[in-house]
């Protein structure tokens, strides 16, 4: 063995006994522990975002990451199959909510791939009840890690979020859930999505920290300044003064900004509150 791999392996284990003899009491210092692992090069720093990914989800609620009932692309069960396809094609999408009556009346789920017949017209007598899966209905309130147990367990990849009374606030991929852990993760559909600002209620918005401050300014009708900071990240990594942790809020002109999503190295989405 050389003398720099009997190196590597001393530290590590070294640093897996400073881990056992020195237990962290809190999230903050398991974060600075596996700080200090990376610091000694024992993890590269995609690994070391990961777990902190991993760590959050337990933060997140479903909520926080869904794709608002306003943005939602549905099927109705009463469609047509040319409409259907029509739809669906024109989406791009892969699974889709089927309603009844509106758009809290949910059916069920559709996957495209299974109306692959129907598109190459070899079935006639067809019937979207037959093809829709139940739905998964969760509350707006689930956690994440929780969320992703379900998915695992049921293997269903969408669930239908509600508010308290019922009503269908969004829905949530295991996409979603796993750009948490990892990142964002693009497909071919992805490419030319400009969707930076998600509009959630009247006054709440979820933000990705790349927008620019020129974007920005113009759908908030800010004036905040350009010259200093391309994105809105940058204006909240400065009034932060530190990369914050998941959750923590700040102020800025009136608006308030939390941490939805973050790691290691950077702040990855925010939801922003209007006054």
Request: glycine share 4%.
């Amino acid at each position: 063995m050389s003398e720099n791999s009997e190196g590597s392996r001393r530290s590590f284990l070294d640093w897996v006994s400073d881990l056992f003899n020195d237990e962290p009491h809190d999230r903050s210092e398991l974060r600075e522990m596996l700080r200090d692992a990376a610091d000694r090069q024992l993890m590269d720093g995609e690994a070391l975002n990961i777990i902190f990914g991993a760590l959050q989800v337990a933060d997140i609620q479903a909520r926080d990451i869904m794709i608002p009932r306003t943005q939602l692309v549905y099927l109705e069960d009463e469609s047509p199959p040319d409409v259907l396809l029509a739809r669906i094609i024109d989406s791009q999408h892969s699974r889709f909510p089927v309603i009844g009556d509106d758009l809290d009346d949910i059916k069920g789920i559709l996957h495209a791939k299974d109306l692959l017949r129907l598109a190459l017209g070899s079935q006639t007598d067809f019937d979207i009840k037959d093809w829709i899966r139940p739905a998964t209905v969760i509350p707006e309130s689930k956690r994440l890690n929780v969320l992703l147990q379900d998915f695992r367990s049921t293997r269903n990849h969408m669930a239908v979020v509600v508010d308290e009374y019922g009503h269908v606030s969004g829905v949530v991929t295991i996409e979603d859930v796993l750009e948490q852990i990892v990142g964002d993760i693009e497909d071919e559909h992805d490419v030319d999505d400009d969707s930076f600002i998600k509009q959630l209620d009247e006054k709440t918005f979820n933000v990705k920290a790349t927008t620019t401050i020129e974007d920005f300014n113009e759908h908030f009708d800010l004036e905040l300044d350009e010259e200093e900071f391309d994105t809105i990240g940058g204006v909240v990594l400065k009034a932060f003064g530190c990369l914050p942790e998941l959750g923590e809020s700040v102020v800025i002109e009136d608006m308030e900004f939390r941490v939805l999503n973050a790691d290691s190295r950077r702040v990855r989405l925010l939801q922003v509150k209007r006054p």
